[in-house]
């Protein structure tokens, strides 16, 4: 630490202009105390000294780049507005000892992440978007569609990553009488509390899954974690949902796979890059239900996440040890 536990704490807000930009970011800032000084910018670099004088960065999917931590000789702590955090470089902040955050425990999207979940299971089960086109263009689909509407009960949910949001849905997928199976870390207490969700190995997971709903972290490990060989185990009558990173799932794979007709369709509300080129083969392969990475924003959420973020941060320099270490 290279400032006195009292002196006064510089704080850069780096806030996206889609989702209240500075206007978000001055209420942000009126969270902190007095003696905090804090900076909002729309992007990490936009103020270089207030880069060079911050002792923690807030940012909400703002990049923090080797660059960005290097031109921060003051930096302590980088705090994550999101669950995600791969638009940090946790390399050079571990080369650097400054720990990275997200706000993993403090749940502020969980539901509404679950609730989108489900949203795009229930649109692909029941042919929704196709129905409405249908419909819009007068054609009674009935006769058409029928063959292809399915059900949520009594099938197979495959969850890969069994965390807080990997909760949340799986407690849906209860009251929905699905069976639960997942991958990824063992989570005992979760399947101790849900009571019903079976642990296997990914492979597995996708070879059995009805519906299989991606809610793990990108890092290089799990990038295109869902490549040409894993989509070929899913069967052909399996859904694909992903509301975590666009690029847990090679997307050409998807596409080749969406266009040969060997998976049933897939639910997508984030796309690698984001937003998504014309040229994403995704945005016009067939049996797809697409969002604009809007899983885990609502009116409420948005508040819920800044709190969430400053409220960590903040305790941070008050001397508290930082929660959800991901770094």
């Not at 997200?102 to 196709?130: H, R, W, Y």
């Not at 885990?296 to 941060?313: H, M, P, S």
């Amino acid at each position: 630490m290279t400032t006195e536990q009292n002196a006064p704490r510089n704080v850069l807000a780096v806030v996206s202009p889609h989702v209240g930009g500075r206007t978000a970011g001055a209420a942000l800032a009126s969270v902190f105390p007095g003696e905090a000084r804090v900076t909002v910018v729309e992007a990490t670099d936009e103020d270089r000294g207030a880069l060079r004088e911050a002792h923690v960065i807030i940012t909400g999917l703002g990049p923090v780049t080797a660059e960005h931590l290097a031109a921060a000789p003051e930096l302590e702590l980088v705090q994550c507005a999101s669950h995600g955090f791969d638009y940090v470089d946790l390399e050079a902040a571990r080369a650097k000892g400054v720990p990275v955050c997200n706000i993993d425990s403090s749940g502020a999207e969980k539901q509404n992440v679950a609730e989108q979940t489900f949203a795009l299971m229930l649109a692909l089960a029941k042919q929704l978007v196709p129905a409405h086109t249908a419909l819009v263009d007068a054609d009674w689909a009935l006769p058409r569609l029928q063959q292809s509407i399915t059900e949520l009960s009594g099938k197979t949910l495959g969850i890969v990553g069994l965390g807080h949001i990997g909760e949340e849905v799986a407690r849906r997928a209860l009251a929905f009488d699905m069976s639960i199976v997942y991958a990824g870390p063992r989570a005992a207490e979760t399947e101790a509390r849900l009571g019903a969700a079976r642990h296997v190995e990914l492979d597995e997971l996708l070879s059995i899954s009805d519906y299989v709903t991606l809610h793990a972290p990108l890092t290089p490990e799990t990038r295109h974690l869902l490549n040409a060989e894993r989509l070929a185990l899913l069967k052909p009558t399996a859904f694909v949902v992903n509301t975590a990173r666009g690029a847990l799932i090679d997307q050409d794979a998807l596409a080749d796979a969406l266009e040969a007709g060997t998976l049933a369709g897939a639910g997508l509300d984030v796309f690698d890059p984001e937003p998504p080129t014309p040229a994403l083969r995704l945005l016009k392969a067939p049996n797809v239900v697409l969002s604009p990475h809007v899983a885990g924003v609502t009116r409420e959420t948005l508040v819920r996440i800044a709190l969430a973020a400053v409220q960590n941060a903040a305790d941070f320099m008050a001397g508290k040890p930082p929660r959800d270490v991901v770094s």
